[in-house]
DNA sequence: TCAGCGAGTATGTGTTTTCC
DNA sequence: GGAAAACACATACTCGCTGA
């Protein structure tokens, strides 16, 4: 029997050649219009190009882009490209369809724009827009058009996108609260001058050699934020294998690693997914500063069992502010069997709580037998935990889910727990074990 | 020297939550 | 509703200790 098929092979060598044409072709056209190289958006948005470009090679695609442009991001669009401003919206529309080359690399920041934090772009587009500009892309009082704003962003420099990115980074992750460990006199001069890109490439290196992982450390970037300097590293972390049209190519997953100093690098905040590896790089970096051999380790500040009951108190009559209590995990309920319980609501569960005490006993009273309560905070959803401390009567560490909020309402948390109810909270992200040295 | 054990750590996977 | 991140839990692995 004849075999009609196109041999999967020789397909696959059809497609790529198609693939390849269609990437070189609005390549070369992005490149007219001064864009920058296929590295930036692959490597540093960590876009992948090969799947977003083949679908803007049909030009009718193009013109549909441009029919559901929001008035917004025309606005922003037309002023980018230097058309007329005074036109209806209709005209700006129309005129837009004739610069289609020129929008290739903005339909790329829409895609980039897709699951960016919005706090993150609001809050870098108001340090960096004019004003006037800023308030073009604004919807409502606290809502904004954030492709508008990505568009303009790009279109006054490019390479900023880079920092949205690093921000978008520092909103959704939580961060690991580490202090040094030893007292230790600070070096004169800046420790965010210490840290130079050679300098800070250099220490990785040397630590990437003693790992022996054959994994090699990238730095990416050191910015400056409310005095803080902020260290984003990448590296690889666990294989991970990707499926393309010519078969599987191995590789490992990214790891983001944030090192978020203080300006006199004595406190640290941790992000990453690994724990003793961003542990290691920050001791070193800070070994390098003091000139000596140095160690974060865990924070820890204690609160006394005694302060958590009249918060618990207060939450459970409803009567604590800005705090909603909606869930609370018992390790040891007072039912028969003692078995672990779960208490939740979308609402408070005040009154739900005090209708079960007074039937069955308490179960707030006992701290050490809570595994943990939510309280909903800016409508979202709080996780708080009780660790006790080894060697502190009555001592607990409060600890809470930090990614949950952004780093604004991270900050007034604190401060509302710490003002109002004697609180300091920790983050709930992985402490990162003091013993964990990499060899 | 080596098997057995337990503690600590790394990794994998499903669920929950938030964000867009 | 989908994507991403964090969380919770289970399992695998590593390492040090002990005793035969």
Redesign the pocket.
């Known amino acids: 029997m004849k075999d009609t098929k196109v041999p999967v092979c020789l397909y696959k060598i059809q497609s790529r050649e198609e693939e390849y044409g269609t990437m070189q072709t609005i390549l070369e056209r992005m490149e007219q219009v001064g864009a920058p190289p296929p590295e930036f958006w692959e490597n540093d948005l960590e876009m992948g190009l090969g799947q977003i470009i083949p679908l803007l090679k049909d030009p009718s695609t193009m013109e549909e882009w441009t029919n559901r442009l929001t008035g917004r991001q025309i606005n922003v669009l037309c002023e980018s490209l230097g058309i007329a401003c005074d036109e209806t919206l209709r005209n700006k529309r129309s005129a837009l369809k004739a610069h289609d080359g020129s929008l290739i690399p903005y339909r790329l920041v829409e895609h980039f724009?897709?699951?960016?934090?919005?706090?993150a772009t609001i809050e870098f587009a108001s340090e960096v827009l004019s004003r006037e500009l800023f308030e073009k892309c604004r919807i409502k009082d606290e809502e904004f058009d954030?492709t508008a704003l990505l568009f303009a962003i790009y279109s006054l420099d490019p390479d900023d996108l880079r920092l949205v990115y690093m921000l978008h980074?520092i909103q959704?992750?939580?961060f690991a609260r580490m202090a040094m460990k030893n007292s230790i006199r600070v070096p004169q001069g800046s420790f965010h001058e210490f840290l130079q890109p050679d300098r800070v490439k250099a220490i990785l290196k040397g630590f990437d050699q003693s790992c022996r992982d054959q994994r090699i450390s990238e730095f990416r970037e050191v910015i400056l934020v409310d005095g803080r300097s902020i260290v984003f590293i990448r590296r690889p972390?666990?294989?991970e294998l990707i499926i393309r049209t010519e078969g599987v190519v191995h590789g490992y997953r990214p790891e983001w690693i944030i090192l978020d100093f203080s300006a006199d690098a004595k406190r640290l905040n941790i992000?990453s997914?690994?724990?003793?590896v961003p542990l290691e790089i920050a001791n070193r970096l800070a070994s390098a500063w003091f000139g000596t051999e140095c160690e974060y380790e865990n924070e820890s500040l204690t609160t006394f069992a005694r302060q958590l009951d009249r918060f618990l108190d207060l939450i459970k009559e409803d009567q604590a502010d800005r705090l909603l209590f909606v869930?609370i995990i018992h390790n040891n309920s007072p039912l028969q069997g003692g078995g672990k319980m779960m208490l939740?609501n979308e609402g408070s569960i005040g009154e739900s709580v005090r209708h079960f005490e007074q039937v069955f006993g308490s179960i707030t009273s006992a701290i050490g037998d809570i595994r943990?309560i939510?309280v909903l905070y800016h409508?979202?959803?709080?996780?708080l935990i009780f660790e006790s401390m080894d060697g502190v009567a009555d001592g607990f560490v409060v600890r809470y889910?930090d990614?949950?909020?952004?780093v604004r309402e991270r900050r007034s948390f604190e401060e509302l727990m710490r003002k109002n109810h004697g609180i300091p909270v920790l983050s709930?992200?992985?402490r990162h074990?003091d013993?964990?040295r990499v060899h």
């Open positions: 724009a897709k699951f960016k934090s919005k706090t954030t980074k959704r992750s939580g972390e666990r294989p992000s997914d690994s724990a003793s869930e939740s943990s939510k409508e979202k959803r709080v996780s889910s990614s949950r909020l952004n709930t992200e992985k074990k013993s964990a």
